[in-house]
T-cell receptor, first 118, second 113 residues
Framework: DTGVSQDPRHKITKRGQNVTFRCDPI?????LYWYRQTLGQGPEFLTY????????KSRLLSDRFSAERPKGSFSTLEIQRTEQGDSAMYLC????????????????FGEGSRLTVL | SQKIEQNSEALNIQEGKTATLTCNYT??????LQWYRQDPGRGPVFLLL?????KEKRKERLKVTFDTTLKQSLFHITASQPADSATYLC????????????FGSGTRLSIRP
């Protein structure tokens, strides 16, 4: 397994356009997270899935953002009607849910998808 | 609300010295705390986890402490090297949902030769 893959790595779009990012997690991982990161800040939680169920979504996330994880495998994050404030690095991470006593709870991150909205 | 604070200013250290980074949190008691390293343009990479019942954890040149009374974790890199230059992030399980992992803003560390 090559780890968490994200596509595309870079996306430049015009304001008002829709964009979609894809994340392929480590194959046996049942939990998948999306984060957004801007320069000089830590990753900001957006949403997470356990298998195909979206269990939590940040209250900061507008209705223009939607994420799916059909069949509990890859995930997509779509941003509709992009705004310049959406420019950021979008990070995906996956993990395997087991009792904490048996694991470090480590999140495995992809390299991110950098979005620039002109 | 839950808050995580890390040194906002960059830390510059002479090679060979010990670098110490701080992570403070407020308003609740997490069961554990994690530290990650992030290089420019890359995703974070996990380094260490420390549980609430552990005072200290070591891994090679890394040492992490966890003071649940002070609500603080310290991250030490001994015998620092230029290759240790990166941003270091602390992360905690969420107050409302332990499955939601929340990150601090990170501290940028530079080790000069």
């Amino acid at each position: 397994d090559t780890g968490v893959s994200q596509d595309p790595r870079h996306k430049i779009t015009k304001r008002g356009q829709n964009v979609t990012f894809r994340c392929d997690p480590i194959s046996e991982h049942n939990r998948l997270y999306w984060y957004r990161q801007t320069l000089g800040q830590g990753p900001e939680f957006l949403t997470y899935f356990q298998n195909e169920a979206q269990l939590e979504k940040s209250r900061l996330l507008s209705d223009r953002f939607s994420a799916e994880r059909p069949k509990g495998s890859f995930s997509t994050l779509e941003i509709q009607r992009t705004e310049q404030g959406d420019s950021a690095m979008y990070l995906c991470a996956s993990s395997l849910v087991v009792p904490l006593s048996l694991t470090t709870g480590e999140l495995f991150f992809g390299e991110g998808s950098r979005l620039t909205v002109l | 609300s839950q808050k995580i604070e890390q040194n906002s200013e960059a830390l510059n250290i002479q090679e060979g010295k010990t670098a110490t980074l701080t992570c403070n949190y407020t308003n609740y008691s997490p069961a554990y705390l994690q530290w990650y390293r992030q290089d420019p343009g890359r995703g974070p990479v996990f380094l260490l986890l420390i549980r609430e019942n552990e005072k200290e954890k070591r891994k090679e040149r890394l040492k992490v402490t966890f003071d649940t009374t002070l609500k603080q974790s310290l991250f030490h890199i001994t015998a620092s090297q230029p290759a240790d230059s990166a941003t270091y992030l602390c992360a905690l399980p969420g107050y409302s949902s332990a499955s939601k992992i929340i990150f601090g803003s990170g501290t940028r560390l530079s080790i000069r030769p």
